[in-house]
């Protein structure tokens, strides 16, 4: 039987490197690790995350495309605003029962963008926890929001990377609360983007609140259920699972803000900017999320 394979560190003229049991050497974390990433198979049909072009295209031509061309008639704002190439950290509010908003704005920059790109939507760990949905949601190009995720895709891969740092906050708020951001957590995303040294768009959306409100919360049914949340909506739990789907046809409105850039080196280290950086974020979203409604007419005709 042969001798288990063991990794050491010995330091290199480049810095620290892992070195194998056979005397190759690895790559160590700080040093640049693009290189080493096998080239892209142009006939591949499924990437490392679990993309799948099949299953993806059959998603945007079906469901997609009717709600972005028919139902909520999406207008864009400043799409040109996305970097052409080169990885970018879009922020986004977020809102909806079961939220629309990451599917019309990854269609927004694949249909109106001057150079049209895939967008990686980053979703919370508990999607694992629903069979056949876990499944699905990895194939239409959502990832799972870590931190090592989202750098590999921004520095390593150079990909657009969509984030809602409101979280499942957001997607809870009564009909009440609506259009009024939450709390952005601590900073993540920024420091996330200022390590990868990749720009963060400011997103904004309206109409997802009227698509989806949710009019109260039972906790009582949310424990029984094994849900994250049971929300009332007007087509859910009447309709049964499909009334989660069941969106009314506000008309939806996207903003892409100018990119904010970070091109020194250690900016994440001050978590004090980071901080700073990410309630400025929060208050220019807050901020144009208001301007649109004001200039809104029909929450139905825009």
């Known amino acids: 039987m042969s001798d288990r394979t063991s990794l050491r560190f010995r330091e290199g003229e480049d810095g620290a490197v892992e070195e194998g ?25 499924v990437n490392d995350w679990g993309r799948s072009e099949r299953v ?60 049209g790109r895939p ?64 709390r952005f957590g601590r900073g993540g995303f920024v420091e996330a983007a200022m390590r990868a040294r990749a720009p963060i768009v400011p997103v904004c959306v309206i109409g997802a609140e009227e698509s989806a409100p949710i009019f109260a919360q039972v906790n009582v049914l949310q424990r029984l259920t094994g849900l994250i949340y049971f929300p009332i909506t007007p087509t859910f739990p009447w309709l049964g699972p499909l009334g989660m789907l069941g969106y009314l046809p506000a008309k939806f409105k996207i903003r892409f803000l100018e990119p904010i850039h970070f091109d020194e080196d250690g900016m994440w280290e001050d978590k004090a900017l980071v901080q700073t950086v990410a309630h400025e974020i929060r208050a220019r979203i807050q901020e144009n999320v208001i301007d649109m409604l004001k200039t809104r007419k029909s929450v139905w005709f825009g």
């Not at 031509?61 to 028919?70: A, D, H, M, W």
């Open 119 to 182: 967008l990686n939507i980053t979703v919370e760990h508990f999607f694992k926890g629903y069979p056949g949905f876990s499944m699905l949601i990895p194939k239409i190009g959502c990832v799972a929001a870590h931190p090592a995720n989202v750098q590999r895709l921004l520095y390593d891969e150079q990909q657009l990377v969509l984030v809602f740092p409101e979280g499942r906050k957001g997607t809870e708020k009564l009909y009440k609360d609506r259009y009024k951001l939450r």
């Open 21 to 45: 049991g056979d005397g190759r050497s690895l790559p160590a974390r700080r040093t640049d690790l693009r290189p080493y990433l096998p080239g892209v198979e142009t006939d591949r049909q």
């Open 56 to 115: 993806e295209g059959f998603f945007d031509k079906t469901l997609v495309e009717f709600f972005y061309t028919y139902w909520f008639r999406t207008e864009v704002q400043g799409v040109e605003n996305v970097p052409s190439s080169g990885g970018a950290l879009l922020v986004s509010n977020h809102s909806g029962a079961l939220p629309p908003d990451a599917a019309m704005i990854a269609r927004a920059i694949k249909e109106e963008h001057p150079h």
